[in-house]
């Protein structure tokens, strides 16, 4: 028997810039063979700001509100980067207190990122339900911020040696009660799609990172985490008093489907607000007396001549910021690492060979970050 | 030409109307939001506010090229033709020949047909891709919906609405459904591949995935888009009336109901409810597991169809057969 074989060029497929499957402004050039990926570009600089050129144009003490949109959805880790980095120019110290409400805002910021992300990778499979779930859920925890610094997104509330403002009165309560809302809820996710066999068969085994991947482009945060690798700032290279604290770093599981797919960053992120909501509920139950700020900015703040290169872990990754200063009104360069550049740089690589139909879940699962990598 | 009317301005409208209300109501209950509230009491007028908001969108192209309507024509005309084998009572029954529930079968895979000449027409590659995952899952899907409906067949003696019905009673434990052990999973299979062949949610890859959007569903605006979303409710509804009839009772009523009503009109009427309720009871259980479940992939639904639905339904063809041989 003779069989014919059906030859057809490959169909050139240009996604975005604004398109529901992408995860922000950015465009995706895609070669696809029928429904198979075989090779992908991207284009990003849709969302550039000209963040760190701004930086440099305004007062040291202008600058927080514009770190804030580093990352939108957690803009706490932009500020916190940055401060970080001018209290080590300027030799500032930080009380203990202002430490503590940091990590508590810090940790907040993670969940809700992270809850943010669930949503999204619910959404991009097709699961409405839990996506108003999950954010009905986010709401509790920007209420919160909004108790804390009046804002819901772009906080502002982080200052050189502290922070804007002392804890208000029946905040530590309202973050317990939070934390345990979502120690609730996250079986209840579990229950509802997290095994849910529909939602299995589409994230498992789909937009593999394999560890090689990972250690050559740079990727941190839960990505690498569910591919395996433990690399955590805030345990290789503690900040805040991170140190103090007794937590693991989750990491994917290769019992629980493949390592490094969609659904062990998934898992990962899920057991990382569980491991967030611990740190919460151990740090609010020691929050110690004392300021809130060690010093007091002014508007014709200066800091001496010198550079510094701050790193924390934000809810992506690795993010950090190279700050010098020349002794002026402003910062002379500022520069930011963010966890999102890698993991773009690494998706021609990642969505090769992927069904176009998994074009979704796999770049909802790595939970990119646009704004971040454009700045 | 004033039956064809009755049906569609006192039984489809108006059921499209009410089901896109209750879904909506249904899905906002199931995520804990207030839904449809603000277009009259409780929400209730939404569906008509719908239908403006469709009305006035424009076309993605500013005229519709007219092979594509003609596509569209020939689709909506073909799964219309099945208003005439829609067993909705006894008194009214147009179409009720041994090949009648084989129509929307093959209208199914007509309507597939047509959207992949709507799909290749428009040109983009979302477009294609989609309708082609909406072509391969109308084949797939209709093997394994034909043998359920086989297995039917078998158990009633005949393949004609009244052959079927008079298979039944009024009381559920005379229905098809609870025949022989087979007949559950057949009207198991029955549902799933029906969905599976008009692309219906969660099974509607081809439609509704965030990756085709630009596809077969943005094609359209105005009142192409009202054409298209209301024969997706359609097709949905069909299945939804063939399901009941086939396996639930249809629209029989219990006999003392029957001898009050008499013959005529109210007895269609009361026969049209029952067989409303039944449909729309079945559709809105279906939508609540659309609400929480993931949308499937094309080929995991093509899996599904060859690897599990065909062999059951082969199987509980076999059974609902040697039943019928040797039980009966």
């Given at each position: 028997v003779r069989f014919e074989v059906l030859k057809t060029d490959p169909s050139t497929w240009e996604i975005g810039p604004y398109h529901p499957a992408l995860p922000g402004p950015m465009k995706l050039r895609l070669q696809s063979d029928g429904e198979l990926i075989i090779s992908a570009r991207y284009e990003i600089g849709y969302l550039h700001r000209g963040l760190e050129k701004c930086l440099e144009l305004h007062p040291w003490i202008a600058s927080i509100a514009y770190v804030d949109h580093l990352e939108p959805e957690a803009s706490a880790f932009g500020e916190a980067a940055y401060c970080l980095a001018v209290e080590e120019i300027g030799k500032i110290p930080v009380p203990?207190?202002?430490?503590?409400?940091?990590?508590?805002?810090?940790?907040?910021?993670?969940?809700?990122?992270?809850?943010?992300?669930?949503a999204k990778m619910a959404s991009s499979v097709g699961t409405e339900t839990a996506v108003h779930y999950v954010l009905r859920d986010r709401e509790r925890i920007l209420d919160l911020f909004e108790l804390l610094s009046?804002?819901?997104?772009?906080?502002?509330?982080?200052?050189?040696?502290?922070?804007?403002?002392?804890?208000?009165?029946?905040?530590?309560?309202?973050?317990?009660?939070?934390?345990?809302?979502?120690r609730h809820r996250l079986k209840e996710y579990n229950d509802l799609f997290?095994?849910?066999?529909?939602?299995?068969?589409?994230?498992?085994?789909?937009?593999?990172?394999?560890?090689?991947?990972?250690?050559?482009?740079?990727?941190?945060?839960?990505?690498?985490?569910?591919?395996?690798?433990?690399?955590?700032?805030?345990?290789?290279?503690?900040?805040?008093?991170y140190e103090e604290l007794d937590f693991e770093t989750p990491l994917g599981r290769e019992d629980e489907g493949m390592l490094g797919d969609a659904h062990g960053r998934?898992?990962?992120?899920?057991?990382?607000?569980?491991?967030?909501?611990?740190?919460?509920?151990?740090?609010?139950?020691?929050?110690?007396?004392?300021?809130?700020?060690?010093?007091?900015?002014?508007?014709?703040?200066?800091?001496?001549?010198?550079?510094?290169?701050?790193?924390i872990e934000s809810p992506r990754g690795l993010m950090g910021c190279h700050l010098v200063s020349d002794g002026g009104a402003t910062p002379a360069r500022a520069q930011f690492t963010t966890p999102s550049s890698a993991v773009v740089g690494a998706l021609p690589l990642l969505l090769k060979g992927a069904r176009t139909e998994d074009l979704a879940p796999i770049l909802s699962s790595l939970d990119i970050s646009v704004a971040e990598a454009d700045r | 030409m004033s039956w064809l009317l009755t049906v569609f301005f006192f039984v489809l409208f108006p059921s499209a109307a009410l089901m896109g209300y209750l879904g909506r109501k249904l899905g906002a209950d199931l995520q804990a939001r207030v839904g449809p509230n603000r277009a009259g009491p409780a929400g209730f007028f939404?569906?008509?506010?719908?239908?403006?908001?469709?009305?006035?969108?424009?076309?993605?192209?500013?005229?519709?090229?007219?092979?594509?309507?003609?596509?569209?024509?020939?689709?909506?005309?073909?799964?219309?033709?099945?208003?005439?084998?829609?067993?909705?009572?006894?008194?009214?029954?147009?179409?009720?020949?041994?090949?009648?529930?084989?129509?929307?079968?093959?209208?199914?895979?007509?309507?597939?047909?047509?959207?992949?000449?709507?799909g290749f027409y428009h040109g983009s590659v979302p477009s294609w891709i989609s309708v082609l995952r909406v072509a391969f899952q109308a084949v797939t899907g209709a093997f394994p919906a034909l043998i359920a409906m086989l297995c039917v067949g078998v158990q009633a003696g005949g393949f004609r609405w009244t052959q079927i019905l008079d298979a039944q009673g009024a009381n559920p434990v005379s229905w098809i459904l609870v025949k022989n052990p087979a007949e559950p999973f057949a009207c198991l299979i029955f549902i799933v591949s029906g969905l599976i062949l008009f692309?219906?949610?969660?099974?509607?890859?081809?439609?509704?995935?965030?990756?085709?959007?630009?596809?077969?569903?943005?094609?359209?605006?105005?009142?192409?888009?009202?054409?298209?979303?209301?024969?997706?409710?359609?097709?949905?509804?069909?299945?939804?009336?063939?399901?009941?009839?086939?396996?639930?009772?249809?629209?029989?009523?219990?006999?003392?109901?029957?001898?009050?009503?008499?013959?005529?009109?109210?007895?269609?009427?009361?026969e049209t409810l029952t067989l409303l309720l039944k449909c729309f009871g079945l559709m809105l259980i279906i939508e609540a597991i659309i609400r929480v479940n993931p949308r499937t992939r094309a080929d995991q639904i093509t899996g599904l169809s060859w690897r599990v639905l065909s062999p059951l339904a082969l199987i509980a063809l076999m059974v609902s057969s040697l039943w019928k041989v040797y039980v009966v």
């Open positions: 203990p207190r202002a430490k503590v409400i940091r990590i508590i805002l810090l940790e907040l910021s993670r969940v809700s990122s992270h809850l943010s992300a669930v009046g804002a819901r997104f772009s906080l502002n509330f982080m200052r050189f040696g502290g922070v804007a403002s002392d804890i208000t009165e029946g905040f530590i309560e309202r973050v317990l009660e939070v934390c345990e809302m979502v997290t095994f849910n066999h529909a939602f299995l068969d589409r994230t498992r085994a789909v937009g593999v990172l394999d560890r090689k991947t990972v250690l050559d482009f740079g990727i941190t945060g839960p990505n690498a985490r569910a591919s395996g690798v433990g690399f955590d700032v805030r345990k290789q290279h503690p900040y805040l008093g998934f898992m990962v992120r899920l057991r990382e607000i569980a491991q967030s909501i611990e740190i919460l509920k151990h740090i609010s139950e020691g929050i110690p007396p004392g300021d809130f700020a060690s010093i007091r900015v002014e508007r014709d703040f200066r800091l001496p001549r010198g550079e510094a290169f701050s790193r | 939404q569906p008509a506010a719908d239908l403006l908001k469709a009305l006035q969108k424009e076309d993605a192209a500013r005229t519709t090229p007219i092979f594509q309507q003609l596509c569209l024509a020939a689709l909506v005309g073909l799964l219309f033709s099945t208003v005439t084998v829609l067993p909705l009572n006894s008194q009214y029954l147009v179409l009720n020949a041994d090949l009648s529930i084989f129509l929307p079968l093959w209208a199914g895979l007509g309507v597939a047909m047509m959207s992949l000449f709507i692309s219906e949610p969660p099974m509607d890859s081809g439609i509704s995935r965030s990756e085709t959007s630009g596809g077969l569903s943005s094609v359209w605006g105005g009142r192409n888009l009202v054409l298209f979303k209301f024969s997706r409710f359609y097709a949905f509804f069909l299945w939804s009336a063939m399901t009941v009839t086939l396996f639930f009772g249809g629209w029989l009523l219990p006999q003392w109901i029957q001898e009050a009503l008499g013959v005529g009109a109210p007895l269609a009427v009361v």
